[in-house]
């Protein structure tokens, strides 16, 4: 199994609603990420798991608040977001996080709308 | 991470070959050079990586001049399926140094009948 599924696929939310998504990968991946892309951009790395410890975080608003619970599953939890936080966000897991030869496996991705 | 420039768009057309030249002139000795493909409203896939030289998968080939300060993706005979955004990634990161994994802005390929 090479997939890395994300739920849910869409998602429409008020700035003051709390929403979490969620990510999950069953490669036996040590490594996963979280990125941001809005519309004709790059992805942008917003936090990168590494043996289920935050490594990286991209100096990312607090009203995203990442979270894994295990291996296998990654959370993003939103609360309090704006209009310009409207995305594509983006799940992804490699064998482990150093060095160049750990391919990123991508998820489809949560299109979100803050409205 | 090195920093990347690939052209903004390309057209060509069903069973050409297309090369994607990217360049990236100060990469480091232990940097690698990675290609992701995008098609629209899904996460990017991994096609080829490579360190020196020449490496060719399934789906792809991927060329490296001797100084390493370019690299060209090569698609043998393209489709109509082959039209999305391509991005060449050029590093080595680890979680002990203070690189970022950034894509570049990425050539959007249009593959026309």
């Known amino acids: 199994d090479t997939e890395v599924t994300q739920t849910p696929k869409h998602l429409v939310m008020g700035m003051t609603n709390k929403k979490s998504l969620k990510c999950e990968q069953h490669m036996g991946h040590r490594a996963m990420y979280w990125y941001k892309q809005k519309a004709k951009k790059p992805p942008e790395l917003m936090f990168v798991y590494s043996y289920e410890k935050l490594s990286i975080n991209e100096s990312v608003p607090s009203r995203f608040s990442p979270e894994c619970p295990n291996s296998s599953l990654l959370n993003l939890h939103l609360h309090a977001l704006q209009p310009e936080d409207s995305a594509l966000y983006l799940c992804?897991?490699?064998?482990?996080?150093?060095?160049?030869?750990?391919?990123?496996?991508f998820g489809p991705g949560t299109r979100l709308t803050v409205t | 991470l090195a920093k990347t420039t690939q052209p903004i768009s390309m057209d060509s057309y069903e069973g050409q070959e297309v090369n994607i030249t990217c360049s990236h002139n100060n990469i480091a000795t232990n940097d690698y050079i990675t290609w992701y493909q995008q098609f629209p409203s899904q996460g990017p896939r991994f096609i080829i990586q490579?360190?020196?030289t020449k490496v060719t998968n399934e789906v792809a080939s991927l060329f490296i001049p001797a100084d390493r300060k370019s690299s060209t993706l090569s698609l043998p005979r393209v489709s109509l399926s082959d039209t999305a955004v391509y991005y060449c990634?050029?590093?080595?990161?680890?979680?002990?140094?203070?690189?970022?994994?950034?894509f570049g802005k990425g050539t959007r390929l249009h593959i026309l009948p």
């Open positions: 490579g360190y020196k």
């Open positions: 992804a897991s490699s064998q482990d996080s150093g060095g160049p030869s750990y391919e990123q496996y």
């Open positions: 990634l050029v590093g080595e990161w680890a979680m002990n140094r203070d690189d970022k994994i950034i």
